[in-house]
């Protein structure tokens, strides 16, 4: 019996380590459970925000291991299956299906620039023999890209690949690829790995995101999710603006993802030191991007202002008295909760 079609927002899970740089497994699942309890739609392990590649294959299937153990079906996992190699591949597709993973996630072939006719032979080798549905991973920065024709065809010759993942950010593609794919395959999902245009390519057309924010500011991505398919065009507007502030801080202010694991840490997680050696340059501007994600919070509710308040947005009109009082008072009460007043 077919499955329900890959929809919602998947978040990408950032992998917390122990001291000396080993998976920490009580952390991992105390973060997978704060992600449910905020609303994302499904987990999205062993992806490029997950760091796959800085993992051993054991590991990457320890990974998955540990999250469908904690979620036990309550939503949804899709799993990074990528090898280096398709038999590899292929192998990781038959652990995921043992363990109940609802689909997997393959990156075209990296390092090796392919030909379209090779990223299809590639993946039609992948879809004869995956016992688990496939979302095809195209993302072209990094990896041989998946052209729309080659998408087409395998949509129509493979049953188990249901879905493609895009981290282009190309709308105009993404649109191309929807109208090339959907008379035939209804079924078939469009998720858009690109956090700076989620809400335009919802409206487009897709059916979700596996988005780097929804690891940090988790009910920021299900708000903006919830008020686009509910055609609530203004407000979703305002959330994408900010949610482009927050994912530009983090991805200028350090080495991708290092400043995603310094934000999710900002949420009260232990995420250690990456296995990225940095230099002291590189390192992310905690300060910076502190102040940055609370303001964001503060503005949607989740939290306090920071002591001294946010920039005011002198787009919208600036700030009405009564709210220059409220933050006043919020300052005063901080300071004083301090002790510096």
């Not at 072209?140 to 010759?157: G, H, K, N």
């Not at 245009?197 to 999710?225: F, H, I, Q, W």
């Not at 001294?308 to 700030?319: E, L, M």
Request: overall charge negative; glycine content about 8%.
């Amino acid at each position: 019996m077919s499955q329900a079609r890959l929809q919602g927002i998947f978040t990408p899970n950032l992998v917390p380590y122990t001291e000396d740089g080993g998976i920490n497994e009580e952390e991992l699942r105390r973060y997978a459970e704060w992600l449910i309890s905020r609303g994302v739609h499904g987990l999205y392990p062993n992806g490029s925000t997950g760091e796959f590649t800085r993992f051993t294959p054991e590991e990457r299937r320890r990974i998955v291991a540990i999250l469908a153990d904690q979620v036990r079906g309550r939503v949804p996992i899709l799993a990074g299956a990528a090898e280096a190699n398709v038999r590899e591949t292929i192998q990781a597709c038959e652990y995921y299906a043992s363990l109940g993973i609802r689909a997997v996630a393959i990156v075209a072939p990296f390092y090796y620039k392919l030909s379209p006719a090779s990223v299809y032979a590639y993946f039609a080798e992948i879809g004869r023999n995956t016992p688990i549905d496939v979302t095809l991973y195209n993302i072209p920065m990094f990896a041989s890209p998946i052209d729309v024709p080659t998408i087409q065809r395998l949509s129509e010759e493979f049953e188990r690949i249901v879905a493609i993942k895009d981290s282009s950010g190309d709308i105009p593609n993404m649109i191309r690829m929807i109208q090339a794919v959907r008379p035939n395959r209804p079924d078939f999902a469009f998720l858009t790995g690109w956090d700076a245009a989620l809400m335009p390519m919802l409206l487009a057309g897709c059916d979700g995101g596996t988005n780097a924010s929804s690891g940090v500011v988790p009910e920021l991505t299900r708000k903006l999710y919830d008020l686009t398919v509910s055609h609530r065009i203004d407000e979703a507007r305002e959330i994408q603006y900010d949610l482009i502030r927050l994912f530009d801080t983090m991805i200028y202010s350090a080495e991708f993802p290092e400043g995603f694991r310094a934000a999710v840490g900002l949420r009260g997680f232990r995420m250690g030191q990456g296995r990225q050696p940095l230099s002291d340059q590189q390192k992310t501007d905690i300060g910076t991007l502190s102040r940055e994600l609370q303001c964001m919070l503060a503005a949607h509710g989740f939290t306090d202002q920071p002591v001294g308040g946010c920039p005011v947005d002198t787009a919208s009109g600036g700030t009405s008295p009564a709210e220059v009082s409220a933050i006043v008072q919020q300052v005063v009460a901080e300071l004083n909760r301090r002790g510096l007043m």
